[in-house]
């Protein structure tokens, strides 16, 4: 990482942010929908008439999963260093001959 070239370690920290951004972003649709259909099976109502609920008061809604979105992107984004470490050793440890 530290040997690439500017411009390469810019666009590659970029295309990891986007895909770090989508992935929180799926991950939050994922959420939203699993909690629309758990207050559906609960509270016995349709899951249109969930979302119309929702829908009635959506700026509260759109700002919860904003900040969800927020914290996911910075949750990855710290665990990203974690990640590639524990890829590393496993890579290194398949590597390295069986003795026996």
Not at 25 to 39: D, F, K, S, T
Not at 62 to 91: C, K, T
Request: proline share 2%; glycine share 8%.
């Amino acid at each position: 990482m530290r040997s690439m070239n500017g411009f390469v370690r810019g666009g590659y920290e970029l295309f990891c942010f986007v895909i770090v951004w989508v992935v929180a972003y799926q991950a939050m649709v994922l959420n939203r929908e699993l909690i629309v259909r758990y207050q559906a099976v609960t509270t016995g109502l349709s899951i249109a008439q969930i979302i119309d609920l929702q829908n009635a008061s959506s700026g509260m809604w759109a700002f919860a999963e904003g900040n969800e979105v927020m914290f996911l992107v910075a949750l990855l984004y710290l665990l990203r260093p974690v990640v590639f470490g524990i890829v590393s050793h496993v890579a290194v440890a398949r590597s390295l001959p069986k003795v026996r």
